[in-house]
């Protein structure tokens, strides 16, 4: 694998697709652990998240439900750090366990924002799902449940991973080389 140029900036290698694969399945074998006996609903957040939605929930072996929110807090490639909503939770939680699903943490704000939702929808719980987690950007208190791999405070691109919109379709993850 080389380097590769997306738009204006150029990115290395970060994580194999077999790698990627392996934490998919670590964090489904845990949910699936966890979660026996109940039916959950795995909450998508759109748009970075659908490679990863798609794979784990290949390897979920529950009776579950899925739907999707989309919000969008990044521009280029830094947080804004406001969150917007830009397609809403119409499904009814209310007594459910939400598992939302993330394709990375990064400041956390975009997490508050979906407790905030569901708890005015009075989810029964809720916890988080993540494939990627970078714990020197985090500044919020929500414990993050399920990580696939921690990573530092970079940027990174593919495997639903956005640089402006591109890259989403890379089937493994790069990172910014500057
Ligand atoms: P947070 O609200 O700051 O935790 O950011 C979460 C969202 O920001 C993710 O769902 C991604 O869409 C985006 N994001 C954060 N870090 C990166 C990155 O390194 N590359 C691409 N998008 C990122």
Redo the contacts with the bound molecule.
């Keep these: 694998m080389d380097i590769i140029t997306v738009k204006d900036k150029s990115f290395k290698p970060y994580i194999s697709e077999e790698e990627l694969q392996a934490s998919v399945k670590k964090v489904a074998s845990k949910i699936n652990d966890d979660y026996k006996g109940s039916t959950p609903i795995f909450l998508g ?1 759109l748009n ?1 998240s659908f490679m990863f939605f798609g794979d784990l929930l290949k390897s979920i072996d529950l009776e579950c439900t899925v739907s999707f929110v989309k919000l969008a ?2 521009e280029g490639t830094g ?1 804004t750090g406001q ?1 917007n909503e830009l397609i809403g939770l119409n499904e009814d939680v209310e007594g459910k366990d939400v598992i939302l699903v ?10 508050v924002k979906l407790h905030e939702i569901l708890s005015e929808k009075k989810a029964r719980s809720v916890k988080i799902a993540t494939l990627l987690y970078k714990p020197e950007a985090y500044k919020k208190h929500h414990p993050i449940d399920y990580v696939g791999m921690e990573i530092p405070n970079a ?3 593919g495997y639903g ?2 640089y402006d919109g591109l890259g989403r379709n890379i089937s493994s993850i790069y990172v910014l080389n500057d």
Excluded: Q
Excluded at 102 to 111: F, H, P, Q, R, S
């Design positions: 957040i970075g807090s990044y947080s969150v993330e394709d990375i943490v990064d400041t956390g704000n975009t997490l940027f990174v691109l991973l956005d």
